[in-house]
Structures are given as structure tokens and as C-alpha cells.
């Protein structure tokens, strides 16, 4: 029985696909929620290779569902013929209530939905979503700043 479920608990990790790193950068995170992901079976063999990118992608609320527009999951080179689009609209998995959560937050002015990164989650392919509102030139700068001086605090915590 044990050795069941140390084989389930491996099993259940996270396997972290892609990142946006530029989102934390570019944005402020105000809430983060996590989105099943529909996906064709070539997209899950390239997504498992390692293979997407999630720079210039956002997602929006329309008809009463989440899609992920401009995620790059490139095609899986062992396909033949039926393989997928590489730059497709991909529909999220939320209940009711979390889409009308996002779709009200979604309709303010300077918010967006940014996808943070997609990973396996127990053998499912899972999307970290954050609300989000665009930082401006001179807030990034206050923020590298911040960091830096956070930085070199730590460094003076630690030489004494």
C-alpha cells in the first residue's frame, strides 16, 4: 500500500511547460487562477517535448468562455498530416463563477488577462492566468529600483 501512494505523490508534481517572464515585468499581478487547457493530441506531445512560448499571449472573455489567444505551441515534428496550428485560439477550462469573476474584472479599464505558464498537473495540462494591470515606464523603474535595494540589503544582512 505504501509504495502506492509514494508513486501517486511522484505522479501529481508539477512539470513546468513554459513561463512568461516578461509578464512580471510588464505588469502588475493583482490575482492569479489556475485554467485547464483544451488542447489536440499533437499540441500535448509538443507541450511534453518542452516546446511553447508564451510571450506576446493574453486571454479574453467571449461568449461566456476563457480563450488563450496567440500561445505559440509549435507542431510536433513525429506528426504527419493532421498535425495542429501552431498559433491557434485555445479554449480554458473555469467554472461558471471564475469566468464571471474574470469577465467583470476583465471589462475595467488598464486590466487584462495574462498567462503566466502552462504545466502538467497530474497528467493534465494546466495554465497559470492572472488579472492584470499594465505597468507604466517610470513604475518599472521604481520597481527595478525597489529590488535593488532589497538586493543590497540582504547582501549587508549577510556579510555581518
Known sequence: MAKKTAA????SGLKIVARNRRARHD??????????LVLTGTEVK???NGKANLEDSYAD????EVWMHGCDIP???QANRMNHVPKRSRKLLLHRREINKLAGRAVERG?????????FKA?????????????KT???REAIKKREAKRDMDRAFRRR
Not at 27 to 36: C, Q, R, S
Not at 61 to 64: D, E, R, S, Y
Open 8 to 11: 501517486k505523490t511522484e505522479d
Open 27 to 36: 505588469y502588475e499581478l493583482l490575482e492569479k487562477v489556475e485554467a485547464g
Open 46 to 48: 509538443s507541450l511534453r
Open 61 to 64: 472573455v467571449a461568449g461566456g
Open 75 to 77: 507542431e510536433y515534428l
Open 111 to 119: 486590466i487584462t488577462l495574462v498567462p503566466l505558464s502552462i504545466y
Open 123 to 135: 497528467g493534465l495540462a494546466k495554465v497559470e492566468l492572472a488579472v492584470a494591470r499594465g505597468r
Open 138 to 140: 517610470y513604475d518599472k
